[in-house]
């Protein structure tokens, strides 16, 4: 990840929306130190989401519920 030169204004917006749908805990993650590329694969998926009343991540919905399955099988 790139860091930006302190002491000066070199960018006036960051867009960042779609990896806070999929890690909403993004900024605390890297104010913690861990600065690891956000996991958001910019599918677009969740914009399909918007249209019936709540935006969520298709792909780590899809994620949780594998999990679950797997975990109901042992
Ligand atoms: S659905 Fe795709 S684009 Fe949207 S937050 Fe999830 S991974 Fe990112």
Redesign the pocket.
Known sequence: MKKFPEGENYTDFISMS??L??EPDLPNLWKSGDISPA?????????KTMFNGEVY????KRLENKKLQEEKRF
């Open positions: 779609k990896p749908i999929h996991h958001c694969i910019s599918c677009n998926s969740c914009y991540c298709v792909v780590r």
